[in-house]
């Protein structure tokens, strides 16, 4: 059972810019579609941003485009959220996960939290006005 962890979330300024990185929690060869989740208090948890398992189609939700940047480093299997212009809607518990599945799907797959087999514990957000 492959579980990942996050990393690098906390507390930063309106305007600010933070990183988080998601690692599995062993050693794997296997390379994994996968993705950013955020919930706030009081609401369902959305869909951030998703990379396909070779990194080379992303998609994210609208209100980050052009503000956030997802890349994995295949070699380790990490996986980065580089998030620039933070604002304080931004704040929440940020979760990665990732299929179980292989291979390549439509964009709307990666959508869906129902998509993803295994997920991280979650790192908190905070971003201040």
């Known amino acids: 059972q492959l579980q990942v962890v996050e990393s690098g979330g906390g507390l930063v300024q309106a305007g600010g810019s933070l990183r988080l990185s998601c690692a599995p929690s062993?050693?794997?060869?296997?390379?994994?579609?996968m993705g950013w989740f955020r919930q706030a208090p009081g609401k369902e948890r959305e869909f951030v941003a998703g990379?396909?398992?070779?990194?080379?189609?992303?998609y994210f939700v609208d209100s980050v485009k052009d503000r956030f940047i997802i890349s994995k480093d295949k070699a380790k299997n990490t996986l980065y959220l580089q998030m620039n212009s933070l604002k304080p809607e931004d704040t929440a518990v940020y979760y990665c996960?990732?299929?179980?599945?292989?291979?390549?799907?439509?964009?709307?797959?990666?959508?869906?939290?129902?998509?993803?087999?295994?997920w991280g514990q979650g790192t908190q957000v905070t971003v201040s006005s």
């Open positions: 996960a990732a299929m179980a599945a292989i291979g390549d799907y439509r964009a709307s797959t990666y959508y869906k939290p129902e998509s993803y087999n295994y």
């Open positions: 062993e050693r794997t060869s296997s390379n994994y579609n």
């Open positions: 990379i396909s398992w070779t990194g080379s189609r992303t």
